[in-house]
């Protein structure tokens, strides 16, 4: 590790330390109520206290944001596969996707929840989820098939490739970058769509994180809302840390973007 | 006769005229070079034979059907994503060839173009001249009849260029194989070629059609016989009295 490596991490934990420490004495100074605003030490304590509901209700959320993130990532990609094969198909449902896309997710939540059963709850909220992460990866990936060289599409038509060919040897290489780009948004988005459709969804049958905060807003338990928001950033902080590290192994020997600076 | 172009004409959708009323053939085993000055139409030409581009007026009689094609372009245009080795092996794969057959042909490709070492380096870790050997090592790959070649030697350095000169020189006269070659060198076109096509500034034609003598002949002699000098000198004079116009 180098210095610049060192600095990376050690001046953000820095931060962190500075400005838990800070909270904590302010909180004490100004005699904050902890409805307001709980100092650190309570919400590690609450965090404690509440651990196995905690994660139970974290476990839900992440099982629904993966598979969330898996669905949109297939639909996504056999939409601008479908996509790149015909423009004709394209021109006729991408308005649909776009449609889809810039609805507000909370508006459309209450008819998902009828229409899968207002039992279903955890259905719902996933369905939900898919709807917000899928766009990113359709357009990215549509925008990436496109974007081959036209040299190199050349190239092929010389040589009589097939369509499949073209997709698979040509299209798909050239999209990956674009496509893994698009899951990095998706992935967090998947997680706020989950988050989301919880809140506005979630009609007590799914109990993931975004449950328990409502609950214990409801019933000013601060610090528990904080050990459940500190744990949904942490949860949104490994879902990017992984895909970025996914996506630099799978470009650092090509593309530019993932090439090591001389 | 193996391919004639019949008062073809490309205009581009822009308006840009090419290609303006050319006629000419090739014979089989001919190796023609185009020389013009840049925009004159060149690469359109190739383009055109390689059915990549359709003329806007005339057409392009093959004698039969058209021929298994090998095409270097001006660009390297290699993928980025994959290795030296599966760049070449490209053709051979989009073809369906086996996978032993394929290894062999990519090592004898590779080794024509003495890039056997850099078989599983990344393009972006080459140099430009290495990478256009790369394309010329996977045209070669498919063992085309015919071999279109646009500019493929401009990036390389004096060495490296003669010899790929006499490389590819050998390989004309010992394969079967018709070769289309565009340059903007008088001399490389002289050493080379057995007929050498001159064009016209945008829109192009073909202002002379100077034909070679015993051109399956050459050695590094050839570059300082009266012979060569002459030739040179008569491309030169068909290029300038162009300009002049
Ligand atoms: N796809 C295209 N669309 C519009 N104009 C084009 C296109 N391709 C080529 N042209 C035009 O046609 C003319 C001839 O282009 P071409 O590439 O054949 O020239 P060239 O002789 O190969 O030049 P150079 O020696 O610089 O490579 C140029 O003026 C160019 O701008
Ligand atoms: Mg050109």
Known sequence: MNRDHILAYALPALVAVAVVLGWEWAVAAFEVQPFVLPAPSAIVAAGIENWSSLMASAWITIRTTLAAFAIALTLGVALAVIFSQSRMIERAFLPYAVTLQVTPIVAIAPLVAIWVGLDNGETAVLVLAVIVAFFPILANTTLGLRSADRQLHELFDLYRATRWQRLVRLQFPAALPYLLAGMKIAGGLALIGTVVAELSAGTGTSTGLAWRISEGTNRLQMAKVFAALALLSAIGIAIYALLSWIERQALKRWHESARPRE | MLLAFDHVTKRFPSGVEALHDVSFAIQDGDFVSLVGPSGC?????????????????????????????????????LMPWTTVEANVRLPLDLAGLDAATARTRVDEALGLVG??????????????????????????????????????????????????????????????????????????????????????PRPGRVVADIAMDEPRRRDPEFRISPLYGERCRAVRAALQTDDAR
Not at chain 2, 51 to 77: H, I, M, R, S, Y
Not at chain 2, 131 to 141: F, G, I, N, T
Not at chain 2, 158 to 173: F, G, Y
Request: glycine share 6%.
């Open chain 2, 115 to 200: 890039l056997s070492a850099f078989a599983n380096a990344y393009p972006r870790e080459l140099s430009g001249g290495m990478k256009m050997r790369v394309s010329l090592a996977r045209a070669l790959a498919a063992k085309p009849s015919i071999l279109l070649m646009d500019e493929p030697f401009a990036a390389l350095d004096e060495l490296t260029r003669e010899r790929l000169n006499d490389e590819l020189r050998e390989l004309w006269a010992t394969q079967k194989l018709t070769i289309v070659f565009v340059t903007h060198s008088i001399y490389e076109s002289v050493y080379l070629s057995s007929r050498i096509l001159v064009m016209s």
């Open chain 2, 41 to 77: 139409g060149k690469s359109t030409a190739l383009r055109l034979i390689a059915g990549l581009t359709e003329p806007t007026a005339g057409a392009l009689k093959w004698n039969g059907k058209p021929p298994a094609l090998g095409f270097v372009f001006q660009d390297p245009a």
